[in-house]
Each structure stands twice: as C-alpha cells, then as structure tokens.
C-alpha cells in the first residue's frame, strides 16, 4: 500500500510539472461549469419582430356584446418577443433584409371585418429572414405565439357563444340597437306551451301545440350539449402527462448530470490512460514490476490517480454549476458518492485502454476515439434508432461505464430510477472487467 | 579460497512461441566477479540479464535469488524526465524500502558525483549523466549482484572511464557485476571473466585471454578472436 502512496505522489509531481496539463485540469472545469451555467440559467434572448397593424385606430371585432381590439392581439404576442411598430409592409420588409428584425407580423387592414363576419377566415402574415440558424428558432417561437394568440381568440369566441346560447336556453336580456329586449329562451317557452297544451279543451289547438312543445324541449336538450361541443372544438385534444417510473427529470438538471459525466470520462480516461503508458514509455515499468510494485498495484495506483483528480474537477464543476442552476445541495453526498463511482469505473476504462495502447499519444487518441461515440451513444432515446439497433446500444452501452455513470449521476441529482445503488453496482462490475482486461494487456507491457 | 556464490541460474530458458531466445544454461556468480556478456545482435544476452533480474520469467529453469535482492540497469534509462535526480532517487529508495531514503540518496548523489545536479530535472541532464543516475538507482538496495546492459553505450570517452572506476571499486567492496557489451576491447579490459552467447547458446565461458588463444591462437586481439571463435562454431 506504502509503495502505491509513494507511486501517486511521483505521479502527481510529474502532474504538477506538466503547467499545460495541470492547468487544462483547473480551467477546464471552471470554463465548462460557467458556460454550462450560463447557458442553462439564461433564456435565449427574444427576437425582435417588426409589427405592421393597418387596421385604423378604434376598430374593435365584435362578437356578441364582447369587443375585442387589435392592440388587445398584438399585446398577446409579446411575451416572447421584442416588438417593433412600424407603418408599412415595406418597411417591415426593408427591416427584415436588413436585419435589423428577425421577422415581421403583418396585420391586415381586413382582419376586423373577416373577423367579425364569422363566415371568412381572418388572415395575418408572417415574414422571416433565410438565415437558416435563426429562422427556425425564430419560426418557432412566432408559431407558438400565434398559436396561444389564436387559441386566447377561440376561447373568447367560446365564452361569447356559451352566453348567447344560455340567453337562448334560460332566457334574459339581450342588447340590441341600443335597446334591451328581453327573450324568453327555450326552456322558459316550453313550460308555457306545456301549459296551454295542459289546460286547453280544444282538440285542434293541442294537436298543433304538441310538435312546437316538443321541439322546444329538443331543442333545449341539445343547446345544452352544445356548450360541451364549443369547449372541445376550442380545445380538441386536452393532454393529461403520466411519468411511468421515477421522478420526472428537468431538463436542465439532466444536462448538468450529462455535462458532469462527460467531464468525469475525460480527464479520468485519458490521465489513466497517459500515466500508464506514461510508465512504459519511460521504461520505468519493468523496474518497477521486478518486485517493487505489483501490476495489480500499479492498475490501482492509476485508477486512484485518475479517479481523484477527475473526481476533484467534476465536485468544483458541478458546485460551479450549481451556482446557476438550482441544485438539491441536500442531496450533496450523493452527487460525491456518484461521481465517485464514475470516477473508478473510468479510471479502469483508461488503465484498459493505456495497457492496450502502450504509449502516451496512442493511449490518448484511443481514449477520445472511444470515449466519445459511447458517450454520444448513451444518449440515444429509445425510439429514435430501430428496435434491432437500439438493443445493441444498449448493450455496448450496458459494457462500458458511460451509460451507468450517467445513470448514477442522474439518480444523484434528480432522484430518477435506476436507484443510485444500482448504478453504482453497474460500474463496480464495469470497473472490474476493465480491470481484469488492464492486467491481462500489462503482459504485453514489458 | 573460493569465494562465495552470490547467485546461480539453474537451467535457464526462454522461448518465444517457436523460438528459443535463450538455450538451457547454468551459471553461478560468486561475490567480488566482474563477469563480461558478450554476442553478437540477437545472441540473448538483454534477455539472459532480464531473467536473471527477474523482469522477464524464464521458460525454464530458476535463479535462486529475488529480483530486489538484484540491481539491475537497464540499456534505457528507466528513470522519470518530469522528477530531478534527487526525486527519481528518493521515489526508487522508497520503494525498495531502504532503512534511510535520505541517507541513501545523498550517499549516491556522492558516488555518481551528481551531488550539485540534485534538483535538475532528469531530462534535462546529458545522456552519460542520466545513465549514472540509472546506475545508481540500481545501487539503491546495495545489492550483492548488479547486472549492467550495455552500460556505456551512451557514454563518451571520459564518461566510460568514470563509469569503470566506479564499477571497480563496488567490485573490490565486494559486489559481483555481470555487464553486457559490444565493446569488446572493455570486456577485456575490465572483466575476469567473459560469457560468449550466440542464438541463445552459452558457447563460452572463462578468462578473455581463453577465448583469444582458441582455434590457432593467432588473434591480433580480443575481437578478432571472437569473431573467429563463432566462425568456428557456425555463428
């Protein structure tokens, strides 16, 4: 045990030498951390969409007793954009190519009047630049506001419709050419003509009365579902969200867990990697194995070198994050205990890889080469690739320690399933396969 | 009086699937000997010094000593760059656990007379330079056997000499030395005895002046005898 201490204080000298490395080691976690958490805490700045509204000033969409103005519209739209007024089509146009707006909102002088008719569908238009990076998240976010902008108008036009038909139902007063008239509503005329069908002798009068009863008490039958009809119109499909197991993930809070794991992978994998065929390259490993060091020994001492050093520079990366994103800090020593975990499996990933390579830059180039398509296939939801290949995905990615740190991490901080214990399970078993194959490569070594 | 035997290889081998880079072989080493290696390129003597240190495990056959109870210098350095002198010498003095790191460093610093280059990195030391720091690194246990490979390959003149004086005193305090070289006017200078290997095969083993009387015995010196000596035998 004395000899692997005495092995990582000379590995953490030669550490300390390498100013290139070492300081890779300290600003790689605070540069990641902050951008992370800058990118995660801050939205993305709104587009400013130029708006064109040449309905005259005053002009309102009546719809029952309900007015509804163009500037009430136009108010619906800002929450996610920057609007800028102004005259005409052209100049929208002209604000558009130039880039000064990303887009513009034109609303037609007619809008009212289709509006208002209830026979015609009323039309805005929509400019966009063909900046294809922007469009699309500038597309989207006009779509979605347009969308909850026309959704608010449906509901308006629902509210306005359910009165009128209670009006007609139940009766009341109803405005009209600025007088009030009362209506009687169909429930209230069909209790009359029960009652003169009731207490009428003739024959012939009761006879004609009856359809008129009748379809009075249909129609008020059906009005009454009608309002059910307008509210499902409105609103066709209404979404009721289940999460089937665990805890449901925020997205921020899983891409810290991701951004943390991929940290975790690299410096461990490649500084495990590097020290050992570090070893070989300086042809200090056959003096060492001549009965200073065991191989067994050696693998250790790596993994523990890798291991505290990756773990050190995820801990100040994920508090660094921390300071943007809102962690659970209460669930602080798990997110150690996960880390730590990662951190061997890893460590053994590298040692592996380094055996296996044999000399520094070999060992690097095989660490990124491998590291980075089972990090990026640990990534693939389910359902993206077919049946077939994604049962190979997981299955590589059951074999090396990505996917279960990933897990870990995410159990850690979020809470989600699989449990932390049986993530870390997952990469004992990994970290001792890698290690088994570290030591079966280090006989080549000598 | 006979001196004592410091170490014995009984029955020696090494094979590579179908090659046997290293033939049966015993040899005893006994305390105070400054044995010579000599063969041509591929002859087995890296392998012999290797086994003999325990680096490699032979196919067969046994050494009856423990790899640490040997020093052993490599033909590279295996030594750290990034460390200084002092710190390749600690780390290797920990590690053979001697009673007194400190002591024992400083005491080599001496011997190699690299006491004021302590705190220089290794790799920025000349190539004689580094190879005494390797020399003294296997020194660091005292070891009653130390087993060279090419060990002035790197060296100049001057630092050849140096590197024998020095030989020759642990020598004379009693250390037994087996180096391998291509230089055969310093076997026969230096060593008392001297070990032929060709193709894994011990095919000599005995006094330089031996070997130069073999065949006519009408060799102009060491060299010229050697390569007739493998002539004779088909090497």
């Known amino acids: ?78 929450q996610d954009i920057i609007p800028v007024p102004v005259q005409t089509r052209d100049e929208a146009v002209q604000k558009v190519r130039s880039g000064d707006v990303l887009a513009a909102l034109i609303i037609p002088q007619d809008i009212i009047a289709r509006l208002s008719s209830g026979l015609q569908q009323a039309e805005v238009e929509v400019i966009y630049n063909g900046d294809a990076l922007t469009a699309s998240y500038v597309r989207s976010t006009i779509d979605s506001q347009l969308s909850q902008a026309n959704a608010e108008l449906s509901s308006r036009l629902e509210q306005v419709a359910a009165t009128e038909i209670d009006l007609l139902l139940h009766g009341g007063q109803l405005q009209a050419f600025g007088a009030d008239v009362n209506i009687l509503g169909l429930e209230k005329s069909k209790a009359i003509l029960d009652g003169v069908i009731g207490s009428t002798k003739e024959p012939a009068t009761k006879l004609a009365l009856t359809p008129v009863a009748n379809f009075a008490s249909l129609g008020a039958a059906n009005l009454g579902l009608s ?155 389910s359902g993206a690739v077919a049946g077939g290949l994604y049962d190979v995905i997981r299955v590589v990615c059951a074999v090396f320690p990505f996917k279960p740190a990933l897990e870990a991490m995410n159990a850690a901080i979020n809470a989600s399933t699989p449990s932390l214990g049986v993530s870390l399970l997952h990469l004992l078993i990994v970290a001792a396969g890698f290690a088994v194959l570290a030591r079966l490569a280090l006989r080549r070594f000598v | 009086m006979t001196a004592t035997v410091v170490l014995r290889a009984d029955g020696v081998a090494k094979r590579y699937r179908s090659r046997d880079a290293l033939r049966p072989l015993t040899l005893e080493l006994r305390a105070g000997e400054l044995a010579a290696l000599i063969g041509p390129n591929g002859a087995g003597k890296t392998t012999l010094l290797s086994i003999l240190a325990g680096v490699i495990a032979p196919s067969a056959g046994s050494v009856d000593r423990l790899p640490r109870e040997v020093g052993w210098v490599p033909q590279q350095t295996a030594l750290y760059g990034r460390l200084t002198v002092a710190e390749n010498l600690r780390l290797f003095a920990r590690l053979e656990r001697v009673a007194d790191p400190g002591a024992t460093v400083a005491r080599m610093l001496d011997q190699i007379d690299l006491a004021e280059r302590a705190g220089d990195e290794l790799s920025r030391l000349s190539g004689g330079n580094r190879q005494r720091v390797n020399i003294a690194v296997g020194l660091l246990a005292d070891p009653p056997v130390l087993l060279l490979d090419e060990p002035s390959a790197a060296l100049d003149p001057r630092q050849r000499e140096r590197l024998w004086g020095f030989i020759a005193s642990l020598v004379g305090e009693g250390t037994s030395v087996v180096f391998s070289t291509h230089e055969l006017a310093e076997a026969e200078r230096y060593a008392e005895r001297v070990l032929v290997l060709a193709d894994g095969e011990l095919l000599f083993d005995g006094a330089a002046g031996e070997l130069g009387s073999s065949g006519d015995g009408k060799h102009r010196d060491l060299e010229a005898a050697f390569v007739a000596f493998l002539a004779e035998r088909g090497h």
């Open chain 1, 227 to 381: 309002k059910s009809i307008l509210a499902s119109v409105s609103q066709p499909v209404h979404v009721q969200e289940t999460t089937l197991s665990g805890r449901r993930t925020p997205l921020d809070t899983f891409a810290v867990a991701v951004a943390v794991c991929l940290s975790l992978m690299f410096v461990c994998v490649l500084l495990a990697a590097g020290s050992l065929a570090l070893e070989r390259e300086e042809n200090a490993f056959p003096r060492l194995v001549r009965g200073l060091v065991s191989p067994e020994a050696l693998i250790a001492e790596k993994v523990l070198l890798a291991g505290i050093c990756a773990w050190t520079v995820s801990v100040a990366m994920l508090f660094g994050i921390g300071a943007f994103v809102g962690l659970d800090y209460g669930r602080a020593g798990q997110w150690l205990i996960g880390l730590a975990g990662g951190a061997i499996a890893f460590g053994a990933l590298g040692v592996a890889i380094g055996a296996v390579a044999r000399e520094v830059r070999a060992a690097s180039l095989l660490a990124i080469l491998s590291s980075l398509p089972l990090a990026f296939l640990a990534l693939v939801p």
């Open chain 1, 1 to 78: 045990m004395r000899s692997v201490g005495w092995l990582l204080v000379k590995d953490l000298q030669i550490l300390r030498r390498s100013p290139l490395l070492s300081g890779l080691l300290i600003v790689y976690p605070i540069v990641i951390a902050l951008l992370i958490g800058l990118a995660l805490s801050r939205a993305p700045s709104k587009p400013r969409v130029a708006i064109v509204n040449e309905v005259p000033p005053g002009q309102a969409i009546h719809i029952g007793s309900e007015q509804i103005t163009v500037a009430q519209y136009v108010a619906s739209l800002n």
